[in-house]
């Protein structure tokens, strides 16, 4: 399995190394060979990546390799109840056809941080934007005619 190549931002090109990989560097540093060797036929840039390897060595030799683990190893969120929750509520609305604004989210994830007395969210936009990207939650906009939204909504009232 070869390793992924990323560009970041900044134009910096990072490698992503295996679960294997890992693994491998773990079997051999630091008794088998040092640090520069390792980096040098794992083609690895800076020498803060093989040290925080071995800050997690226990974890990463304990993951077996066929586990069906993503790629990255997610972090716990700070707002992981409230983040629940609301996605509960975004569920509970699609399921009665009911379209969410972004402002709907922020209010909500307010009022449920709010309940559940979480101190220092804000619900701030980044959050409401990575909350949707991790949940795959699209933004739609509704466009049409309003005069016709008009004669529809007189029919029914």
Same mark, same amino acid.
């Given at each position: 399995m070869a390793t992924k190549m990323e560009v970041n931002t900044d134009g910096r090109v990072r !490698? &992503? %190394?295996? %679960?294997? #990989?890992?693994?491998?560097? %773990? +079997?051999l540093y630091p008794k088998q060979i040092c640090m520069n060797e390792v980096m040098r036929l794992f083609d690895i840039k800076s020498r803060?990546?093989?040290? &925080? %390897? #071995? !800050?997690? +060595? #226990? $974890? $990463?030799?304990?993951?077996? #390799?066929?586990?069906?683990?993503s790629k990255k190893i997610h972090r716990k969120r700070k707002f992981e109840e409230v983040e629940e929750i609301l996605l509960d509520f975004v569920e509970e609305n699609n399921k009665r056809d009911m379209p969410i604004s972004r402002n709907d989210l922020k209010q909500e994830a307010l009022n449920i941080a709010r309940r559940l007395q979480i101190e220092g969210f804000t619900g701030s936009n980044g959050w409401i934007q990575k909350f949707m990207k991790r949940n795959d939650l699209g933004s739609i906009s509704l466009h049409g005619n309003l005069n016709y939204c008009r004669s529809l909504c007189s029919a029914y009232f």
């Open positions: !490698k &992503r %190394l295996t %679960l294997k #990989e890992k693994k491998e560097i %773990l +079997r803060t990546t093989v040290v &925080r %390897l #071995e !800050k997690k +060595r #226990e $974890f $990463f030799l304990s993951v077996q #390799e066929n586990d069906k683990i």
